[in-house]
DNA sequence: AGCGGGATTTTCT
DNA sequence: GAAAATCCCGCTT
């Protein structure tokens, strides 16, 4: 699975609208775990909402890296959340996969998310770091490489891709960043 | 179907 | 000390 990560670069908004589509894919004791992103939220360094929106911390410092790592965080003491960083070295900006629908190894993804099945598998930021065992130990893993990947797939027609405000934020809530495949049923609210 | 609370720890004020 | 890019359970309509 080699790809062209340059299109990682551009803008958050861009970007995370761009993922939508895209596969990642996960390799867990020799066995592999394919799902499709459905549903994404941007973040960027002039975003109040943003973790790197008061600068580079020794937390946020990956989000400033180069684009196509993996950003992952805890939260709620005991959640974690995945997101592709975007944009130019030294910019603050990602996008956080909110959903993702199951392609491959689902029946490890229900095993991983205690017999939880269905779209409860993976229609949800922590739900699918569970599902998928996104945690910690991945945080700032180049993407290009195993065991968690991105494979870059065609844009979608916009008319696929609904856009409005993000979830779950207190600051900036009225900002339009989110973004999901139309229809797609993974996805966690419409 | 919808609301409210608890879990639990890192990060920032 | 409080809030957090969340999820799950139980109770009420």
């Known amino acids: 699975m080699s790809d062209d990560f340059s299109v990682l670069r551009d803008d958050a908004v861009t970007v995370a609208k761009r993922l939508l589509g895209c596969i ?5 004791d020799g066995q592999i775990l394919r799902a499709r992103i459905v549903e994404t939220e941007a973040y960027d360094q002039t975003d109040a909402a943003s973790h790197s929106y008061n600068g580079k911390t020794p937390r946020t410092e990956v989000m400033f890296g180069p684009a ?6 805890f939260t709620y003491g005991m959640h974690y959340c995945f997101n592709i960083v975007a944009g130019e070295e030294g910019y603050g900006a990602g996008a956080l996969i909110r959903a993702v629908e199951p392609l491959e190894g689902e029946a490890r993804m229900v095993e991983n998310r205690h017999g939880r099945t269905g ?6 930021p922590a739900k699918l770091c569970q599902a ?6 991945l945080l700032g893993h180049d993407l290009h490489t195993s065991p968690l990947q991105l494979a870059i797939r065609p844009v979608l027609p916009t008319s696929e891709i609904v856009q409005t ?3 779950g934020i207190s600051r900036a809530k009225d900002v339009p960043w989110r973004f999901y495949i139309a229809g797609n049923p993974y996805v966690s609210k419409t």
Do not use: F, S, V
Request: glycine fraction near 8%.
């Open 165 to 167: 405000i993000r979830i």
């Open 24 to 28: 990642i894919e996960r390799k867990i």
């Open 119 to 124: 779209i409860e598998t993976t229609n949800g």
């Open 68 to 73: 196509g790592h993996a950003y992952i965080y």
């Open 132 to 137: 998928l065992q996104i945690d910690k130990r």
